[in-house]
């Protein structure tokens, strides 16, 4: 029996996780991510003629994701707090030991804190496991760009780790 999958499934398929987390790292909550990444491609679909050259996908995607966001942001009208639902990001797992788990929790806490360009590429890189050149092709930066924001996100994290071990 063959299945038979269209190109656009396929498109689908393909962007899908870099599309959520790019939705994810700019508003936090998990159920807020999943409506802007299907509303995002809704969108796509509804505009899919106006894309001239199919290697522009990751861009186009991008900035259809990014007014969606803005959109949702303005409908909602409350900002929402540092840390609503990072937890999606790391994946706690409740049967680590007390002292994981804290440590998790706390670097959600951090993750949640860092400015906005730190996050999406801690997003990306460690949630959707894009490489520096993919996450710099999506962002539409340059990969030393790229580079330098992880350095600074992964510097910000050890410190605030540090502090809040010291502190126990």
Known sequence: MTVD???????????????????QSKLISAADSEDATQETFLRAFSKLHELKVSAAMAGWLRQIARNVCVDMIRRQQVRRTAHADVQMVCDVNTSDGVGNRETREQLMRLIAELPEGHREVILLHYYDNMTYDDI??????ARSTVNER???ARH?????????ENNL
């Open 5 to 23: 999958v269209s190109p656009i499934q396929l498109e689908v398929h393909l962007w899908y996780r870099r599309v959520y987390a790019f939705c």
């Open 136 to 141: 710099a092709a999506w962002l539409g930066v």
């Open 150 to 152: 992880l350095s600074r």
């Open 156 to 164: 910000t994290l050890r410190i605030g780790l540090a502090k809040a």
